[in-house]
């Protein structure tokens, strides 16, 4: 799977756009990019996945770039609860893939 | 899609026992996963398990670690002989539609003293 290059930690005032970017510039043709966040100890929670196309889903907005060489998370109206340690992953499909966790990027939004 | 469940929420062994940790699935799944977060550290894959088989293991997976699915619902991880080093956080996750996501449950804290 492809390294991601994610920054170690940001802030974000409460009710702003939270815009979290990620480098994946060895990504492969058929490789998704995914995120997941964790809050404190919990299971990682499934935010947004896509290949080409910019997505958009109830939590977040996926942006990639048209090389796909980096992509960008976005928290439309960050709250308190949205802080958390968010991972960028670049995975191929299939059932037999597991997932490679980074460090993540520690986002704290502020009140 | 909701996720799985897991128990118990926190266990705790002394060194050298046995311990199962059981994932629960909400419905009809085929695929399931285990990854494990030392405090502090990255969360690691363990094993993954489909149609009551291993599918893939890293090398974090070995002899003392096993995987089954005893009753065709739950999906256990056994640990024949902790050690202190096996203080982690469990997850266990399911797989999506597609092959695409996995959804993790909340974990079992796994304390050995």
Redesign the interface.
């Known amino acids: 799977d492809a390294k991601t290059t994610q920054p170690t930690s940001m802030d974000c005032a409460e009710g702003r756009a939270a815009n979290l970017p990620c480098n994946h510039s060895t990504i492969s043709g058929n490789e998704y990019v995914y995120w997941y966040r964790q809050i404190h100890s919990q299971g990682p929670q499934y935010i947004i996945h896509g290949l080409k196309n910019n997505e958009t889903n109830e939590m977040a907005s996926l942006i990639i770039t048209e090389d796909r060489k980096s992509s960008t998370l976005i928290l439309p109206h960050a709250t308190l609860r949205d802080t958390a340690v968010y991972y960028c992953i670049v995975r191929a499909p299939g059932y037999g893939q597991n997932f490679v966790f980074g460090p993540g990027t520690r986002l704290s939004v502020l009140p | 899609e909701p ?1 799985v469940t897991q128990t118990p929420s926190h266990q705790v062994t002394q060194m050298g026992q046995e311990v199962i940790l059981r994932c629960v699935p909400i419905s009809n799944h ?2 399931f ?1 285990w ?1 494990r ?1 030392i405090l502090g550290q ?4 363990l094993v ?1 398990f ?1 149609n009551n088989e291993i ?2 293991k ?1 090398e974090i997976f070995d002899d003392q670690f096993s995987v089954e699915r005893p009753d065709g619902s739950n999906f256990t991880l056994k640990i024949r002989s902790t050690k202190l080093e096996d203080s982690a ?1 469990y ?1 266990c ?1 399911r ?2 539609q ?10 079992t ?1 796994l304390t050995v003293t």
């Open positions: 996720e085929l695929y996963y990854y977060q990255k969360v690691e894959f993954s489909y599918s893939e890293s956080m997850f996750a797989g999506g597609g092959g695409l996501e996995q959804y993790f449950g909340p974990g804290r």
